[in-house]
């Protein structure tokens, strides 16, 4: 079965720039589009993102300005790029599949697979 | 402040059923979005509950069921069960072309 795995750096220094990979096994990267979310220590869940096979992208517009999101087909990746990163950007990321269907002309997306997530710190 | 509103805890004892609400406004619920449900157990990720308002993707129990009626949207769990204790969160579209997702309720099985 599918199966999703973040990686990156777990701290990450005021300022600098938070790079994550997700790594997708048991399927093909190309059939589906992912997302980022984060969430932070005992608090809820934000979405970070989309990034379509296409590789076009939508951003969460109050992250929009920091964020990037690219893939890699040749290695069925998806990354995260998260600059200028504060204290505020400490959490778990995650990356999930998109499971999109259209109802009513209208296109939707839920989450569903999620990779375990990694834990990022951002302190000096 | 989570853009959907859900209530910070619901409890049961086991057999009996909860309900979780979300609450959101004219730009996402309101607007004939579509709601979905996460069950996150702790220290993991969230698992898929309900796509679309009301479907269970495969391995779901029946257990679980959702509707959605004006701004608002439920989740119904029935026949509670102890391992049923966990945090839910519901998500929807908003117009200002993001993903929003609710604060999340937790669960406790009494």
């Known amino acids: 079965q599918v199966q999703l795995q973040e990686s990156g750096p777990g701290l990450v220094k005021p300022s600098e720039t938070l790079s994550l990979t997700c790594t997708v096994s048991?399927?093909?990267?190309?059939?589906?589009?992912w997302s980022w979310i984060r969430q932070p220590a005992g608090k809820g869940l934000e979405w970070i993102g989309r990034?379509?096979?296409?590789?076009?992208?939508n951003y969460n517009p109050s992250l929009k300005s920091r964020v990037t999101m690219s893939v890699d087909t040749s290695k069925n990746q998806v990354s995260l790029k998260l600059s200028s990163v504060t204290a505020a950007d400490t959490a778990v990321y995650y990356c999930?599949?998109?499971?999109?269907?259209?109802?009513?002309?209208?296109?939707?997306?839920?989450?569903?697979?999620w990779g375990q997530g990694t834990m990022v710190t951002v302190s000096s | 402040q989570s853009v959907l509103t859900q209530p910070p805890s619901v409890s049961g004892a086991p057999g009996q059923r909860v309900t979780i609400s979300c609450t959101g406004s004219s730009s996402n619920i309101g607007a004939g979005y579509d709601v979905h449900w996460y069950q996150q157990l702790p220290g993991t990720a969230p698992k898929l509950l309900i796509y679309?308002?009301?479907n269970r993707p495969s391995g779901v129990p029946d257990r679980f069921s959702g509707s959605k009626s004006g701004t608002s949207a439920s989740l119904a769990i029935t026949g509670l069960q102890a391992e049923d204790e966990a945090n839910y969160y519901c998500q929807s579209y908003d117009s200002s072309l993001s993903e929003v997702f609710g604060g999340g309720t937790k669960l406790t099985v009494l």
């Open positions: 999930a599949r998109n499971h999109g269907y259209c109802t009513n002309g209208i296109c939707y997306n839920s989450f569903d697979i």
């Open positions: 679309g308002n009301s």
């Open positions: 990034i379509y096979i296409s590789g076009s992208t």
């Open positions: 048991g399927g093909s990267i190309i059939s589906y589009n």
